[in-house]
Every structure is written in C-alpha cells, then in structure tokens.
C-alpha cells in the first residue's frame, strides 16, 4: 500500500522559511517523479516542483529562486524548502508520485502553509 504523509506545514511570517516533507512508504522516492502541488482556496490546484529519478529537478517560475525541492533516498522522504514566503503561497501543499504515463499515481492528504503579512 502506498503512503504518502506530509508533514512541516504551519503559520510562518512573510519573508520567513519553511520545510516540507512527504514520507513515502510503499513506492521508492528515487523510482517516481515526485512532485508538490498547492491548492489555495477558491483556486485550482497548481504544481510547484518536481524531481523525476535522474535527479533534474524543476521549480514554478512563480517559485524559482525561493523554493528548492529535493529528496533523501535513504530516509525516502521528499522535501520542499521555502524561503521568502510571501502571502500568496498560503495554500494547502500536496506531495505528489506519478509514474510518466501517470498510469500510478499517489496523493498525499496535504498540509497547510500560512503566510501572514
């Protein structure tokens, strides 16, 4: 059975910083392209970053230079390190594995993030 199970959400000032991770069991971090998405409310959910297994990582332009997202296989968590929060990253962030033809393809049950300005 494949879990994934974020974590690091919470109230964080604008400019400040903040660590998610997704704990992944059932499925290998390395073997999927992992993503994080975000969901604000009233909005649709939107895709943020994303490592696929050779390492090349991608960023949301509306996130490059804040966000880095990277995984550690021995632990098989997924992380998402955000800094300079702004208020409009406030939203719920959803770790995401999918295969390429996205014949698999996991959600985690999200966490909140909150940027006060």
């Known amino acids: 059975q494949v879990q994934l199970v974020e974590s690091g959400g919470g109230l964080v000032q604008a400019g400040g910083s903040r660590r998610l991770s997704c704990a992944a069991s059932g499925i290998s971090v390395d073997s999927y392209h992992m993503n994080w998405f975000r969901q604000a409310p009233g909005q649709v959910r939107e895709w943020v970053a994303s490592?696929?297994?050779?390492?090349?990582?991608n960023v949301n332009y509306s996130a490059t230079g804040r966000f880095t997202i990277t995984r550690d296989s021995a632990k098989n968590i997924l992380y998402l390190q955000m800094n300079s929060l702004k208020p409009e990253d406030t939203a719920v962030y959803y770790c995401?594995?999918?295969?390429?033809?996205?014949?698999?393809?996991?959600w985690g049950q999200g966490t909140q993030v909150t940027v006060s300005s």
């Open positions: 995401n594995a999918r295969t390429p033809s996205h014949s698999d393809d996991y």
């Open positions: 490592i696929i297994p050779d390492g090349t990582a």
